[in-house]
């Protein structure tokens, strides 16, 4: 078990481009979530799934932000049409199915829209 | 809807000293609590959490978070920092019958030799 894991780690773009990040769960793990995390902040709750069904997505995400976890294993956020002010830390985490909700954070993919 | 405060942003200490991190949250239902610690250009890891029970959680590194119901406090602390402590320290709350985790805006901890 080697943890959390995201890809990219580092994303440079232009405002206006689409970028798509990947996170890779704990194996057994059913429960996945997206965080954002701006400097100084502490993270900021986007998305969760539990297994391929996305359950709640935060009313602070814009219609630009989409997730998906096809096969309830990997998931992908996509971001279309970037804005500087997409500019942030992107946290993937996973949880098991304990009744409590501890999560295991990946490194995350630093975005930065220029 | 729940929500964490953490009364520092920073706190400075020198190495071997005690310190504690503040920590206050809100909420109209039962929740479980985390503390959770991010070395630079590291993801979160979990530092203790407070499920029931006794109310002196003990996690690693030598950390311990005291809950107080009355209080809605959930402070960090440690006896005797070490110099590999700095980094930077969240605290978390989740309601016990869902999955959202609300965290703080955290508190960077600086030990100074």
């Known amino acids: 078990d080697t943890g959390v894991s995201q890809n990219p780690r580092h994303k440079i773009t232009k405002r206006g481009q689409n970028v798509t990040f990947r996170c890779d769960p704990i194996?057994?793990?059913?429960?996945l979530y997206w965080y954002r995390q701006t400097l100084g902040q502490g993270p900021e709750f986007l998305t969760y799934?539990?297994?391929?069904?996305?359950?709640?997505k935060s009313r602070l995400l814009s219609d630009r932000f989409s997730a998906e976890r096809p096969k309830g294993s990997f998931s992908t956020l996509e971001i279309q049409r970037t804005e500087q002010g997409d500019s942030a830390m992107y946290l993937c985490?996973?949880?098991?199915?304990?009744?409590?909700?501890?999560?295991?954070f990946g490194p995350g993919t630093r975005l930065t829209v220029l | 809807a729940q929500s964490v405060t953490q009364l520092d942003s920073q706190v400075p200490v020198f190495e071997e000293a005690p310190v504690e991190l503040r920590c206050n949250y809100s909420?109209?239902?039962?929740?479980?609590l985390f503390w959770y610690v991010q070395y630079p250009n590291q993801g979160l890891q979990l530092l203790l959490k407070?499920?029931?029970?006794?109310?002196l959680v003990k996690g690693i590194n030598g950390f311990e978070a005291e809950f107080n119901k009355s209080q809605t406090s959930f402070h960090l602390r440690k006896p005797s920092v070490h110099i590999s402590d700095t980094a930077e320290y969240f605290c978390?709350?989740?309601?016990?019958?869902?999955?959202?985790?609300?965290f703080g805006a955290g508190t960077r901890l600086f030990v100074k030799a």
């Open positions: 978390a709350v989740s309601n016990t019958g869902g999955f959202k985790t609300i």
């Open positions: 799934f539990q297994n391929e069904a996305q359950l709640e």
């Open positions: 407070y499920l029931s029970g006794s109310t």
């Open positions: 985490a996973s949880g098991g199915q304990g009744e409590y909700n501890e999560q295991f």
């Open positions: 194996s057994e793990h059913n429960r």
């Open positions: 909420s109209s239902v039962s929740v479980y």
